[in-house]
């Protein structure tokens, strides 16, 4: 198991994380990753698509702090442009 990025926090965080690609997921991902939190017991609110990006920000942010040279913090870089404006 990897701990590299384990933290108590809303589980807003996990599912902005999760659905951070989502035009590049399968058709259905989302609304199956969505009824499986359903199914689990988590309740999402009603602006959970927002505030799950909102908070996704911080994890990019993150990952802007690595070298130039890798393709995880071009894409990051890439990511943050949109939603920051």
Request: net charge negative; proline share 7%.
């Amino acid at each position: 198991m990897d701990w590299e990025f384990a933290y108590s926090s809303s589980p807003l965080f996990d599912v902005g994380n999760m659905l951070r690609h989502h035009g590049e997921q399968p058709v259905g991902y989302r609304g199956g990753f969505v009824e499986g939190l359903a199914d689990g017991g988590t309740d999402l609110p009603e602006d959970w698509p927002e505030i799950a990006r909102a908070l996704d920000l911080f994890a990019l942010a993150d990952l802007l702090t690595r070298p130039d040279t890798t393709a995880v913090r071009h894409s990051a870089g890439h990511r943050t442009r949109p939603l920051a404006a």
